[in-house]
């Protein structure tokens, strides 16, 4: 059964601390994965991956993604109270254009 | 429009009544999609249409929900005999196309039955 699992599932910082979060995924001829973060309202989309190996990066958040182990990271930089969200990863199964959610990590950036 | 959009933001509905959902998506969108979200959860995917044609129903929960998308646009997605365990929050996503696009949400339905 396709699987998605992120980790930790909340973790509290103070600001300017750098984070990782982590996305493991097992799924039937992998695709793509997504990064997105929820605050209160609509998940906003981050990232699209799909190759292994190619860092993608807006400000000071970035993703990776690593097709042989089966995993994605995203890291924030001197984060901020405004990082304060869930992220939630998707991975897509090929053949079916269905994207499988994780149930996301919480973070929260204190002042 | 900008976004996508849905309405309405709240339903509070009495067991056994019918519902019905309406996602409006970002235009010129090919592909909806729609999710159920439960609190503390990511969302789950119920179904999902390229143009008009529904592709892939096999997240709908029972027979008691279906979802249409009659002009290619808008899509409505029905919930008949509702039950407390249908509260949730109801995601509607759209994509450029069919396939390895990005999904745009929705501010999403919080329907309660009570």
């Given at each position: ?25 097992e ?57 304060s ?21 919480r ?5 | ?7 309405p ?11 019905a ?24 995917f ?43 929050m ?25």
């Amino acid at each position: 059964e396709d699987k998605v699992v992120q980790s930790p599932l909340s973790l509290v910082v103070h600001e300017g601390d750098t984070v990782t979060l982590n996305c493991s995924y097992e799924v039937t001829n992998f695709r793509s994965l997504l990064w997105y973060k929820q605050e209160k309202k609509a998940p906003t989309f981050l990232f699209m991956l799909t190759s292994s190996g190619i860092e993608k990066k807006s400000g000071r958040l970035s993703s990776i993604l690593d097709k042989k182990e089966l995993f994605s990271i995203l890291n924030i930089t001197a984060t901020q109270t405004g990082d304060s969200a869930v992220y939630l990863c998707a991975v897509e199964a090929s053949g079916t254009y269905k994207y499988i959610f994780g149930t996301g990590t919480r973070l929260k950036v204190l002042a | 429009g900008a976004g996508v959009s849905q309405s309405p933001r709240y339903k509070v509905t009495k067991r056994g009544q019918d519902v019905a959902l309406r996602c409006d998506p970002i235009s010129g969108h090919v592909s909806l999609y729609w999710y159920r979200q439960a609190l503390g959860q990511g969302p789950e995917f119920l179904t999902y249409f390229n143009y008009e044609a529904q592709q892939d129903k096999s997240g709908l929960p029972n027979d008691r929900f279906s979802a249409e998308r009659p002009e290619g646009s808008i899509s409505t997605l029905t919930i008949q005999r509702t039950e407390q365990r249908d509260s949730a929050m109801y995601r509607c996503a759209s994509s450029h196309r069919q396939g390895t696009y990005e999904q745009y949400f929705g501010p999403g339905t919080r329907l309660t039955v009570t």
